[in-house]
């Protein structure tokens, strides 16, 4: 294969050998000193660009007018796939540890990448808390015991499987510190009753609505981001000069590039990162 992308922010940074030095070195520091070899960086990198390629390609197809992958500049790119590895996070979307969107900045008139943690990537963090000591993100149902006492003391919660097909009528957490000590949230019966009914309309491609066919679990997962949101910037869950906004968007970057040599040599593939880089520049023009 000769043809290589026309598409700048796939050919220049996913065939760059300077910002794969850079992604590999990031990983071996990163803030929860989590371990990815060479070859499972590259995989996750390939992932990475062939969902940025569908993304762009399923906007050309419904030619939406929302900004697009293609509108980026590859710094900005790498900027936050080189954020997600200092986090220590996989840069495959389909691990749902973090996830990468893009907004319009009406100021400058520029699109820009925004990394969002995921479910999975904020289990990781709870996980490598020395403080924290064990996680809980339940559900109500009507008709289970729960009595709330509030934010330093467990809820008294007794469910019943009994209840499991009845409506959800709250949500709780209780994080558990290795000092003995809890923080509880809790989200009433009245913001629960709006999430879903805003929620439930919301299908994938497959019209396939999560909150239609799986709500206890996207329930628990609304309390599990709430609560995450909450103690990232309070327990220093992210890295230095990193926090999480309302919307749950890491700000305040300022990542460094690691000084690292030139010459690390790479594991030779079946398919070269050229070839597959081809590849998505021939799904682009189709």
Not at 207 to 232: E, K, M, P, Q, Y
Request: charged letters at 20%; hydrophobic letters at 35%.
């Amino acid at each position: 294969i000769n043809v290589l992308p026309k598409k700048p922010f796939l050919n220049d940074l996913f065939l760059n050998k300077e910002f794969r030095t850079q992604l590999i070195a990031t990983y071996e520091t990163n803030k929860i000193d989590r371990s990815f070899d060479v070859n499972e960086i590259n995989s996750q990198l390939r992932e990475l660009f062939a969902w940025i390629t569908s993304q762009v390609n399923k906007q050309k197809l419904y030619s939406n007018r929302k900004p697009s992958f293609d509108s980026i500049k590859p710094k900005e790119l790498a900027r936050c796939i080189l954020e997600i590895a200092n986090m220590g996070l996989s840069i495959n979307p389909y691990d749902k540890e973090a996830y990468l969107f893009i907004h319009w900045e009406s100021h400058c008139e520029q699109v820009f990448p925004t990394v969002q943690i995921g479910i999975q990537g904020m289990n990781q963090f709870y996980g490598a808390c020395s403080k924290i000591k064990s996680t809980n993100f339940s559900v109500v149902h009507e008709g289970d015991q729960f009595e709330w006492y509030g934010e330093n003391t467990p809820p008294r919660f007794i469910h019943s499987y009994t209840t499991d097909g009845n409506a959800i009528v709250a949500a709780f957490s209780v994080i558990t510190f290795t000092d003995g000590t809890f923080y509880c949230s809790y989200i009433g019966t009245s913001e629960i009753q709006s999430i879903i009914s805003d929620k439930t309309h919301m299908a994938d491609d497959a019209g396939i609505s999560a909150w239609v066919n799986f709500t206890s679990r996207c329930v628990r997962n609304v309390i599990l981001r709430r609560t995450f949101n909450s103690l990232a910037n309070l327990l220093g869950l992210l890295p230095n000069n990193r926090s999480i906004n309302d919307s749950g968007v890491v700000v305040k970057v300022e990542q460094q590039t690691p000084n690292v040599p030139q010459t690390k040599s790479f594991t030779e593939e079946s398919v070269s990162d050229e070839d597959f880089a081809a590849l998505l520049a021939n799904q682009l023009e189709q």
